[in-house]
């Protein structure tokens, strides 16, 4: 079956940096683009970027762009989030999906928590 497991949230003080990494398996990943969503405490769910299954393309919401940056190894079934100079608005539950956007996400990982406070 599909598994998404992301990890490497945390705890990061405002101008720092965390790397989010998700392991699928259960599916070919190298023919599936993939993307990372995120919900901040009483919001609703918010796409922020996703990657083509070659890693060809790449695409951010503006309000991570220029400070994230995706990135999959399909030889190790890994999608990653390299997150900088983060904000405290950018705490909230970061989840991984199979899918480029809302449009085509059909599996969701459990979540990894990053919280941005000093």
């Known amino acids: 079956q599909v598994q998404l497991v992301e990890s490497g949230g945390g705890l990061a003080q405002p101008g720092g940096s965390l790397r989010l990494s998700c392991a699928a398996s259960?599916?070919?990943?190298?023919?599936?683009?993939m993307s990372w969503a995120r919900q901040a405490p009483g919001k609703g769910l918010e796409w922020v970027s996703g990657i083509y299954s070659d890693g060809s393309d790449t695409y951010y919401a503006d309000s991570v762009k220029g400070r994230f940056t995706i990135s999959r190894d399909n030889a190790k079934n890994t999608v990653n989030l390299q997150m900088n100079s983060l904000k405290p608005e950018d705490t909230a539950l970061y989840y991984c999906?199979?899918?480029?956007?809302?449009?085509?996400?059909?599996?969701w990982g459990q979540g990894t928590q990053v919280t941005v406070s000093s």
């Open positions: 999906a199979r899918g480029l956007d809302y449009r085509d996400n059909d599996y």
């Open positions: 259960g599916f070919t990943f190298s023919t599936y683009a």
